[in-house]
């Protein structure tokens, strides 16, 4: 074979010639059966068409036609193998002349597999591409100049330009004029550095602005540093942050008033703790003002309203200048206050007046002569409060406050809390009148206690002095009249008949009585002068000694003394034996004369401990219970002479006596049976 | 009862001095009463001063009665001077009161009253009343100075 013959034959790529007249192929190599899967009898016998699939002999037709002409490269056709694979070659022809006839050489070349790659890049592409347009934002790509080279098809929907628009446009067109500086910056930035991101305004053709967020990436492309971008709608971030501030201004402002309620509470602490310490209220008072223009105004004066006057009673300003300019005013006018209305305004309504963002030109509402306007007016007042004193119903006062430096301002929540500033103020302003009025009604009460407690005294002191010299002074003509008449009856017995000298006795019997009476009224007064010296002493001895008295009493009378153990009292001792004389007396006299009387003394804890009862127990006549509501009186008697003799003062002494020791007397009888008498005495 | 006794009565009273020297005398006290009507006459006497001058001053009286109220100086005053006094400081003083009361005021003077009686003068009550003093029995067994 020569080197043609090689050429052809052992060609690894498929080859044939076919006529171009009849396209029946007139020689085929090796390669081309192979790949064909023809014999070589089978391919011999076959055209051009053959190889195609019949959906291509429409294409093959028009191509003969057009290559009558002559044509060197046939291009890329598809063709169908003998088992029916169709698969895309590589034609190359060449014209030759084959035995005489015009025939075409081919050279033929799989293009599968460059075709599938092809494929596979046009999916790949194709891929990109969808994904490109749907990007979940807006990209785009675009070099130094400008010039946008790539985007995707968000971009065209969001900004609502066209594809052709886009391709004319620049970058900065996208953006909102007032960002287009700043994003110019960035993207200088970017190109240097390689990298930026920057949140702005999207312009849509329509003009509305779209908060975007951009983040670019430099990339070299095709040799040119391009930025690849990134946009992102940030429209609900946006919004959400807006509101994220405005929850946290809300929140910033409520925490303001907060702070400002906190500051609030904490002056009427303060408020309440000069209050608590400080005695002088006008100091208090001071110390307030003194308060209230450090955290709520430059000047706080206290009036108090008495008789049609406004009298000053606290004071403070906050520097020295206002200070001077008030105490000028203050100093030259003192009633400056009386004359404004405002103030009369308040102190009869009650109400606070309240104005802020104060004008000069207000001044004039003052009705101010021109000289003090011109001070008040240099005063530069911004803004004052004036707060009623309200206490009980009634404005007591006022509480002014003035701001003059234009920074300060009251807030909206001072009013409430100012009121209640005032209304505790003018409480313990009250509170002092009131405090003042009683101690001077406790004053003149301590006097007329004292005037009358002297009175009484003195009144007491007459009634004793009385008494005492009555009694006494009585007693020297008794005592005239008792020794004569008594002379009477031992000298002159044989002068009188029986009749003169029955007489003669009762005269004298009857002074002796009055005697007795004297005695005893004189006693009994005595017990409200005396002083009471009191000792510990075994009551048995008291009773002991009254018991030998008594018997005394009573020469004639068999006395039968029955005394328990008593305790220890602590007592007047003196007073004490009247009272057991006067008791124990009683109980012996008060018998049938044939009786012997019996005289029982016992003693008891009361039930609730703290009292001692003594009982003087007789078994004589007794008494009417109806009556025992008389027993104590002075000269008060439940028989009669002829019955018992008596002077009806033992037991009302008896009775003055255990009072003044804190006890009781009472008794108990029953007629013909006997009677008791109690009395009590503290127990220690 | 000793034969020389001398009373000193002090007794503004007329009635309660005619009942005493009655009672006195009643019971033979045989005695020497002696009637002032005032603290001063009883100091006059008893020093021997004004119209009491030249009498011997060491002839105290056996016993003082003196009563209480007196005008110009009274009981107690006399008392405090007869106490004070060594020439008369022994002489046994019976307070004459008028109630068992004025007997507590006088007490509390402490003033070294030997005994009380109260008027009127009951004779028995007051031969009790000088025997209490105890020496007065004493002083009368002793020669007389």
Not at chain 1, 28 to 55: H, I, Q, W
Not at chain 1, 432 to 455: A, D, F, G, K, W
Request: with cysteine; proline share 3%; aromatic share 8%.
């Amino acid at each position: 074979m020569n080197n043609a013959g090689i050429f052809f034959e052992k060609n690894p790529n498929p080859m044939w010639v076919f006529a171009k007249s009849t396209l029946k192929i007139k020689a085929v190599n090796k390669a081309a059966l192979d790949f064909y899967g023809y014999s070589e009898e089978e391919m011999l016998s076959l055209t051009l068409k053959d190889l195609r699939p019949k959906s291509e002999i429409g294409k093959l037709n028009k191509e003969i036609e057009k290559n009558q002409q002559g044509f060197s490269n046939a291009g890329t056709w598809l063709h169908q193998k003998k088992n029916g694979e169709q698969l895309y070659m590589r034609i190359l022809s060449y014209p030759i002349n084959w035995h005489g006839k015009e025939c075409k050489l081919i050279v033929a070349q799989d293009l599968t597999e460059q075709k599938g790659i092809e494929k596979l890049l046009a999916d790949e592409k194709e891929e990109y591409e969808i994904i490109a347009q749907n990007f979940p934002g807006t990209y785009y790509v675009f070099d130094e100049e400008g010039d946008l080279k790539r985007w995707n098809k968000k971009l065209e929907e969001i900004t609502g330009y066209t594809n052709s628009e886009i391709k004319e446009m620049t970058p900065l067109g996208f953006i909102a004029l007032s960002e287009r500086d700043k994003v110019q910056d960035s993207v200088k930035k970017a190109f240097n550095s390689g990298s930026s991101e920057i949140e702005s305004l999207l312009l849509t053709k329509e003009g509305k602005e779209i908060p975007f967020y951009f983040k670019t990436s430099k990339a070299v492309l095709h040799g040119k540093p391009h930025l690849i971008g990134v946009g992102v709608d940030i429209s609900p971030l946006v919004k959400a942050r807006e509101e994220l501030k405005l929850l946290y201004e809300n929140e910033k402002a409520e925490r303001e008033r907060t702070e400002i309620l906190n500051n609030s509470l904490k002056l009427m602490n303060k408020v309440g703790t000069i209050f608590a310490s400080e005695n002088d209220l006008k100091i208090a008072l001071d110390k307030i003002a003194c308060l209230l223009t450090e955290d709520v105004s430059d000047i706080c004066s206290m009036y108090l309203s008495k008789n049609e006057k406004l009298n000053r009673i606290a004071h403070h300003a906050a520097s020295k200048e206002i200070e001077e300019l008030a105490a000028k005013i203050r100093e030259q006018y003192p009633d400056l206050m009386m004359n404004i209305n405002l103030f009369n305004q308040v102190l009869e309504k009650g109400e606070a007046i309240l104005q802020t963002d104060f004008n000069e030109s207000q001044i004039e509402d003052f009705n101010l002569h021109s000289n003090p306007q011109k001070m008040v007016k240099k005063l530069g007042i911004k803004s004052f409060f004036l707060l009623p004193l309200n206490a009980r119903k009634k404005t007591v006062g006022v509480l002014v406050l003035v701001i003059v430096d234009a920074n300060r301002q009251f807030f909206s929540n001072d009013e409430y809390f100012l009121q209640e500033l005032s209304d505790k103020i003018a409480l313990h302003i009250i509170n002092l009148e009131i405090e003042e009025n009683l101690r001077s009604l406790n004053v003149t009460l301590e006097e007329r206690v004292q005037t009358r407690t002297q009175q009484l005294e003195e009144s007491n002191q007459e009634l004793e002095s009385f008494s005492y010299s009555v009694s006494h002074d009585l007693r020297a003509p008794l005592r005239a009249i008792a020794g004569y008449s008594n002379l009477l009856l031992e000298d002159h017995q044989q002068d009188m008949n029986d009749e003169g000298k029955e007489f003669l006795k009762i005269v004298h019997d009857e002074t002796q009585r009055m005697g007795e009476l004297i005695d005893k009224l004189l006693a009994f007064s005595r017990m409200g002068r005396t002083e009471k010296t009191e000792q510990t002493i075994s009551m048995n001895l008291l009773v002991d000694s009254s018991i030998e008295k008594v018997k005394q009493s009573f020469p004639e009378k068999n006395i039968h003394f029955e005394v328990e153990e008593l305790p220890e009292v602590t007592i007047d001792t003196r007073l004490m034996m009247q009272v057991w004389i006067n008791l124990l007396d009683n109980a012996v006299k008060y018998y049938k004369p044939e009786d012997e009387p019996l005289v029982q003394v016992t003693s008891q804890l009361s039930e609730e401990n703290n009292n001692i009862i003594f009982s003087i127990r007789d078994f004589g006549v007794g008494f009417d219970m109806k009556y025992s509501d008389k027993l104590f009186g002075v000269f008060q008697r439940l028989h009669s002479d002829d019955e018992f003799e008596g002077t009806g003062i033992g037991l009302a002494l008896a009775q003055r006596i255990i009072k003044r020791h804190g006890g009781k007397i009472w008794a108990e009888s029953e007629e013909g049976k006997g009677s008791t008498f109690y009395f009590t005495l503290p127990y220690k | 009862m000793p034969e020389q006794v001398e009373i000193l009565l002090c007794e503004d009273n007329k009635r309660d001095a005619d009942l005493t020297i009655r009672s006195l005398r009643k019971r033979n006290v045989n005695n020497n009463i002696i009637w002032v009507k005032n603290g001063e006459e009883a100091l006059d006497y008893l020093f021997g001063r004004n119209e009491h001058e030249g009498r011997p001053v060491e002839n105290t009286p056996t016993v003082i009665l003196l009563d209480l109220k007196m005008p110009k100086i009274d009981g107690l005053g006399v008392l405090k001077e007869v106490k004070k006094n060594e020439l008369t400081k022994h002489i046994p003083v019976v307070i004459l009161t008028s109630s068992e009361e004025e007997k507590d005021i006088v007490q509390s003077y402490e003033l070294g009253v030997n005994s009380y009686i109260v008027k009127p003068v009951d004779f028995q009550k007051f031969s009790e009343s000088i025997s209490d003093v105890g020496y007065y029995w004493t002083l009368l067994n002793k020669p007389k100075k």
